[in-house]
C-alpha cells in the first residue's frame, strides 16, 4: 500500500523537544546553592533571594510554591519555622521546614512587600492582585543558574524542588523520610524522582559498617 508524503519518514517534522535536553533536571549541589544567594544579594534582588531560598526549603513544585500567600509563612511579626500547605496535584497536606536563611529572606522581602495575610507572597508583575505565574518562575530560575554558569538547559524549576531532597537523601539514604517531604503518595514515586539506581544503592551499602 501506497505511503503520503506525509507518512515518509525521511519527511516527518522533527519532534517539539528536538535539539533539546530531556529527562530529569538536575539538582543543585550545596556550592551552587551558595553562588546564586551570593549573585542574588549582589545585585540587591530581594524578591527573587527570598523566592530562591523558599524553593529550596519547601521542596514545593512550582504551582504550589507561587500561591502561597502571606498568611501561609507568618504569624504577626514572625516566619513560621514550619508550615502546611495542600499539594494543588494531590490535594494532600505537605509540610515543610524553614530554615533561617529562608526566614530571613523572606522577612526582609515581606516587609518591602506589604500586605495582609490574604495577599499572595509573591504577586504577578501584571496584576498585583494575582500570584507569580509559574512561567515567571521559570524564566527567572533559568536567570539564576545562568549567571553563575550553569547550563539553563540543565536546571529548572524542577531542581530546586529536588535539592535538598537530594541533599538529604545522599546523607542519610532515608526514602520514606524524602517521600513525606515531597508529598509523593508511593515510594515508587520518590525513587524515580531521585532517580535511585543500583549504583546509589551499593554507595550506601559500602558506607554502612556491619
Known amino acids: 500500500m501506497a505511503h503520503s508524503y506525509l507518512e515518509d519518514p525521511l519527511h516527518r517534522r522533527p519532534g517539539w523537544n528536538a535539539g533539546c535536553k530531556v529527562g530529569p533536571k538536575r539538582p543543585l549541589k550545596p556550592r551552587q546553592i551558595w553562588a546564586i544567594r ?71 522581602w515581606l516587609e518591602l512587600r506589604g500586605g495582609s495575610v490574604e495577599d ?22 533559568d536567570e539564576w543558574v545562568t549567571a553563575v554558569g550553569l547550563r539553563k538547559e540543565e536546571f529548572g524549576t524542577h531542581s530546586l524542588r529536588r535539592t535538598k531532597a537530594s541533599i538529604i537523601y545522599k546523607a542519610t539514604g532515608n526514602l520514606r523520610a524524602i517521600q513525606i517531604l515531597l508529598g509523593h503518595s508511593k515510594i515508587e514515586n520518590t525513587v524515580r524522582y531521585l532517580g535511585v539506581d543500583i549504583e546509589d544503592a551499593l554507595t550506601l551499602s559500602e558506607n554502612t559498617e556491619d
Open 120 to 141: 499572595f507572597a509573591f504577586p504577578s508583575r501584571l496584576d498585583p492582585t494575582q500570584h507569580m505565574s509559574t512561567r515567571q518562575y521559570a524564566r527567572l530560575v
Open 38 to 108: 551570593f549573585f542574588l544579594d549582589r545585585e540587591h534582588r530581594v524578591r527573587d533571594r527570598a523566592l530562591f531560598d523558599l524553593a529550596i526549603d519547601s521542596k514545593l513544585r512550582g504551582c504550589d510554591l507561587v500561591k502561597l500567600k502571606i498568611g501561609d509563612l507568618v504569624s504577626g511579626s514572625e516566619v513560621w519555622h514550619r508550615a502546611t500547605i495542600i499539594q494543588q496535584k494531590t490535594d494532600r497536606p505537605v509540610q515543610f521546614e524553614l530554615m533561617t536563611d529562608a526566614r530571613a529572606s523572606l522577612l526582609a
